[in-house]
């Protein structure tokens, strides 16, 4: 059975493209779109104001992802790393691995194919 989990805070993503990310706002497909660099280099942080996985809470806890993507998004071959704050427990960490990685489903699960290397 899949363990219940959500998650509230903030969120912020900035990536390596010029002014506006074509992979997310352009005319084609979403992540269909060539980055303006050729390649993209994303960062995306996460402060969770209130979170749960199961019953471990993860309020107040941040993780920080990064990826690497050698073209258009949708052709997957990205390179993505997240790191778990420091103040996590062993069960917090675990949670939170399996949130970011899509393991436990929600709107990472949708990236996950697309990730060959795992930092």
């Known amino acids: 059975m899949a363990v219940s989990w959500q998650l509230s805070g903030s969120?912020?993503?900035?990536?390596?493209?010029?002014?506006?990310?074509?992979?997310?706002m352009s005319t084609n497909a979403q992540l269909t779109s060539k980055p303006t660099k050729g390649v993209c280099d994303v960062g995306l942080v996460f402060h969770i104001d209130k979170g749960n996985y199961g019953d471990v809470r993860l309020d107040g806890l941040n993780v920080a992802m990064f990826a690497h993507t050698p073209g258009p998004?949708?052709?997957?071959?990205?390179?993505?790393?997240?790191?778990?704050?420091?103040?996590?427990?062993?069960?917090?960490?675990?949670?939170l691995g399996a949130i970011f990685t899509g393991a436990a489903g929600g709107p990472m699960a949708a990236f996950a194919p697309m990730i060959s290397t795992n930092l």
């Open 11 to 24: 969120y912020f993503e900035n990536c390596s493209c010029d002014v506006v990310c074509p992979c997310l």
């Open 73 to 95: 998004m949708a052709e997957g071959n990205w390179t993505a790393a997240a790191y778990i704050d420091g103040r996590a427990d062993d069960q917090q960490t675990e949670a």
